[in-house]
Nanobody
Framework: QVQLVESGGGLVQPGGSLRLSCAFSGSFFSIYVTGWYRQAPGKQRELVAT???????NYADSVKGRFTISRDNAKNTVSLEMNSLKPEDTGAYYC????????????WGQGTQVTVSS
């Protein structure tokens, strides 16, 4: 069974930076597409960024140029470096590991809160 544990959230001022990390426990990390999603209060969960072992990366338009996703297949981790944070980046950030089709495996972490406020 796969488990995902996020860390690194917190309170930061606008323009600041945070780094989120996600530890994957289970087998065959490298075959999963991993990513970060976020959910603001009263809104639907939305894609932030995804990365595959092939290093194929996808970013939401709202974070391009500010956020960087990376993964370490040797350490079974996926990270999200967030710079130039804005108040609209506030929300709960969730790590995801997914196979295709999703019926083969679609796992979520418990979430970590990011609050951008002065």
């Amino acid at each position: 069974q796969v488990q995902l544990v996020e860390s690194g959230g917190g309170l930061v001022q606008p323009g600041g930076s945070l780094r989120l990390s996600c530890a994957f426990s289970g087998s065959f990390f490298s075959i999963y597409v991993t990513g970060w999603y976020r959910q603001a209060p009263g809104k639907q969960r939305e894609l932030v960024a995804t990365i595959a072992t092939s290093d194929t990366i996808n970013y939401a338009d709202s974070v391009k140029g500010r956020f960087t996703i990376s993964r370490d297949n040797a350490k079974n981790t996926v990270s999200l470096e967030m710079n130039s944070l804005k108040p609209e980046d506030t929300g709960a950030y969730y790590c995801n590991a997914r196979r295709f089709p999703k019926s083969l495996g679609d796992y979520w972490g418990q979430g970590t809160q990011v609050t951008v406020s002065s």
